[in-house]
Protein backbone atom coordinates (compact mmCIF):
# COMPACT_ATOMS: atom_id res chain seq x y z
CA UNK A 1 0.00 0.00 0.00
CA UNK A 2 1.46 3.22 -1.23
CA UNK A 3 1.47 5.98 1.70
CA UNK A 4 1.55 9.74 0.93
CA UNK A 5 4.71 11.86 1.57
CA UNK A 6 6.18 12.47 4.71
CA UNK A 7 6.41 16.25 6.11
CA UNK A 8 9.19 17.98 4.94
CA UNK A 9 11.15 20.20 7.29
CA UNK A 10 9.48 23.55 7.82
CA UNK A 11 11.54 26.86 6.44
CA UNK A 12 10.08 30.14 8.01
CA UNK A 13 11.28 32.79 5.70
CA UNK A 14 13.79 35.30 7.93
CA UNK A 15 12.07 38.39 6.89
CA UNK A 16 8.50 37.14 7.64
CA UNK A 17 9.45 35.85 11.11
CA UNK A 18 11.27 39.02 12.05
CA UNK A 19 8.39 41.23 11.18
CA UNK A 20 6.22 38.56 13.26
CA UNK A 21 8.06 38.92 16.12
CA UNK A 22 8.36 42.88 15.77
CA UNK A 23 4.46 43.29 15.58
CA UNK A 24 3.46 40.68 18.00
CA UNK A 25 5.87 42.58 20.59
CA UNK A 26 4.09 45.68 19.72
CA UNK A 27 1.21 45.19 22.49
CA UNK A 28 3.66 43.71 25.30
CA UNK A 29 4.17 39.97 23.75
CA UNK A 30 7.15 37.95 24.14
CA UNK A 31 6.91 35.26 21.39
CA UNK A 32 9.72 33.26 20.86
CA UNK A 33 11.64 33.60 17.87
CA UNK A 34 11.11 29.87 15.77
CA UNK A 35 13.40 30.57 12.94
CA UNK A 36 14.99 27.38 12.40
CA UNK A 37 13.37 25.46 15.36
CA UNK A 38 13.07 22.03 14.73
CA UNK A 39 9.01 21.74 15.18
CA UNK A 40 5.87 19.24 15.55
CA UNK A 41 5.58 17.54 11.69
CA UNK A 42 3.27 19.56 9.88
CA UNK A 43 2.11 19.92 6.10
CA UNK A 44 3.05 23.51 6.48
CA UNK A 45 6.63 22.36 5.73
CA UNK A 46 5.78 21.14 2.77
CA UNK A 47 4.73 24.55 1.99
CA UNK A 48 7.41 26.18 3.25
CA UNK A 49 9.30 24.71 0.62
CA UNK A 50 7.29 26.08 -2.81
CA UNK A 51 6.13 29.45 -1.17
CA UNK A 52 8.25 31.76 1.59
CA UNK A 53 6.33 30.71 4.46
CA UNK A 54 5.37 31.57 7.95
CA UNK A 55 4.27 29.44 10.49
CA UNK A 56 3.80 32.26 13.74
CA UNK A 57 2.46 30.97 17.45
CA UNK A 58 0.89 33.14 19.93
CA UNK A 59 0.34 31.85 23.37
CA UNK A 60 -2.06 32.76 26.68
CA UNK A 61 -2.58 31.00 30.00
CA UNK A 62 -3.60 27.44 29.50
CA UNK A 63 -3.13 26.46 33.14
CA UNK A 64 -0.15 24.17 32.14
CA UNK A 65 -2.46 21.78 30.37
CA UNK A 66 -0.41 20.44 27.36
CA UNK A 67 -1.73 21.09 23.74
CA UNK A 68 -4.50 18.84 22.36
CA UNK A 69 -6.00 18.04 24.58
CA UNK A 70 -9.56 19.30 26.44
CA UNK A 71 -8.30 20.66 29.54
CA UNK A 72 -6.43 22.77 26.99
CA UNK A 73 -9.34 23.19 24.50
CA UNK A 74 -10.95 24.45 28.15
CA UNK A 75 -8.48 27.28 28.22
CA UNK A 76 -9.16 28.12 24.74
CA UNK A 77 -12.28 29.74 25.38
CA UNK A 78 -11.35 32.60 28.48
CA UNK A 79 -10.63 36.05 27.00
CA UNK A 80 -6.97 35.49 27.32
CA UNK A 81 -6.92 33.20 24.71
CA UNK A 82 -9.74 35.64 22.53
CA UNK A 83 -7.11 38.28 23.33
CA UNK A 84 -4.51 35.98 21.77
CA UNK A 85 -6.31 35.51 18.42
CA UNK A 86 -6.95 39.18 18.18
CA UNK A 87 -2.94 39.79 19.05
CA UNK A 88 -1.99 37.20 16.37
CA UNK A 89 -4.28 38.48 13.35
CA UNK A 90 -3.46 42.23 14.49
CA UNK A 91 0.38 41.01 13.90
CA UNK A 92 0.10 39.20 10.58
CA UNK A 93 -1.89 42.66 9.44
CA UNK A 94 1.26 43.81 10.24
CA UNK A 95 3.43 42.02 8.38
CA UNK A 96 1.42 41.87 5.56
CA UNK A 97 1.23 45.72 5.83
CA UNK A 98 5.17 45.80 6.10
CA UNK A 99 5.63 43.44 3.35
CA UNK A 100 3.24 44.93 1.04
CA UNK A 101 4.54 48.71 1.33
CA UNK A 102 8.42 47.75 1.30
CA UNK A 103 9.43 47.83 -2.56
CA UNK A 104 12.48 46.06 -2.40
CA UNK A 105 10.83 42.98 0.61
CA UNK A 106 7.60 42.94 -2.29
CA UNK A 107 10.02 42.50 -5.25
CA UNK A 108 11.80 39.43 -3.35
CA UNK A 109 9.18 38.17 -2.64
CA UNK A 110 7.24 38.35 -5.16
CA UNK A 111 10.37 37.06 -7.04
CA UNK A 112 10.31 33.94 -5.19
CA UNK A 113 6.97 33.01 -5.79
CA UNK A 114 6.61 34.14 -8.97
CA UNK A 115 7.83 30.25 -10.25
CA UNK A 116 5.47 28.60 -8.07
CA UNK A 117 2.58 30.95 -9.73
CA UNK A 118 3.50 30.61 -13.21
CA UNK A 119 3.30 27.01 -12.97
CA UNK A 120 0.08 26.51 -11.19
CA UNK A 121 -0.96 28.83 -14.16
CA UNK A 122 0.62 25.76 -16.61
CA UNK A 123 -1.36 22.91 -14.72
CA UNK A 124 1.65 21.49 -13.24
CA UNK A 125 4.18 21.94 -9.95
CA UNK A 126 7.66 23.41 -10.35
CA UNK A 127 10.71 21.25 -9.72
Same mark, same amino acid.
Given at each position: ?7 ? %? ?6 ? @????? =?????? +?? /?? !? ?27 ? %? ?6 ? @????? =?????? +?? /?? !? ?43
Amino acid at each position: MQRGHDFA %DLRQDPFL @TSAYL =RSARAP +GR /DP !APRHGELMASTDMGNVSHAVPSLHPRIGY %DAGGALQH @TADFA =RHGTGT +GA /DR !AVLDGATALAHVAVELATDPRRRADFLSRVEPRRAAAGAGHEPN
